[in-house]
């Protein structure tokens, strides 16, 4: 903030205002700055998915494709129910683009391991070669 000296008659040099121009400018870039980082911290969807718990866990696990089976086994693609037809397309089409990208692949623990296998087999045929589980840490 500048602050300008109005010489007076007497030439006291009192300060009669402020400039808040540059205080406005940088409370509105900060503000843009949190709108955008707003909308790419955004979760998905909650699912009603009940993960196995286990000691220690990947950080990392929100910088991928999240892919969802619940105990219903309707498969779900970053939190929007989707067909295995449409899920192995949409992921050959996203490894074209991004071909070392990793899937999450969060199961409800009451589901065969069949179906999270069989889960995992359509999205390897779809190109993706790095399958994550996602699981709940022990507190």
Same mark, same amino acid.
């Given at each position: 903030?500048?602050?300008?000296?109005?010489?007076?008659?007497?030439?006291?040099?009192?300060?009669?205002?402020?400039?808040?121009?540059?205080?406005?400018?940088?409370?509105?870039?900060?503000?843009?700055?949190?709108?955008?980082?707003?909308?790419?911290?955004?979760?998905?969807?909650? /699912?009603?998915?009940? %993960?196995?718990?286990?000691?220690?866990?990947? #950080? &990392?696990? !929100?910088?991928?494709?999240?892919?969802?089976? *619940?105990?219903?086994?309707?498969?779900?693609?970053?939190?929007?129910?989707?067909?295995?037809?449409? /899920?192995?397309?949409? %992921?050959?089409?996203?490894?074209?683009?991004? #071909? &070392?990208? !990793?899937?999450?692949?969060?199961?409800?623990? *009451?589901?065969?391991?069949?179906?999270?296998?069989?889960?995992?087999?359509?999205?390897?045929?779809?190109?993706?070669?790095?399958?994550?589980?996602?699981?709940?840490?022990?507190?």
């Amino acid at each position: 903030m500048r602050l300008r000296k109005n010489k007076d008659k007497d030439g006291d040099g009192t300060i009669s205002d402020i400039n808040l121009t540059p205080m406005v400018d940088v409370m509105l870039a900060m503000l843009v700055i949190f709108i955008v980082t707003a909308n790419f911290t955004q979760e998905s969807k909650s /699912l009603n998915i009940n %993960l196995p718990q286990v000691a220690s866990a990947d #950080p &990392n696990i !929100r910088e991928s494709t999240q892919v969802a089976l *619940s105990k219903d086994g309707l498969v779900y693609l970053d939190g929007v129910e989707v067909t295995e037809a449409y /899920l192995l397309e949409a %992921l050959a089409n996203e490894v074209e683009y991004r #071909p &070392n990208m !990793r899937v999450t692949l969060s199961a409800d623990e *009451s589901i065969s391991y069949g179906a999270v296998s069989r889960l995992m087999g359509l999205m390897r045929q779809g190109g993706v070669t790095r399958i994550a589980l996602s699981v709940d840490r022990e507190i």
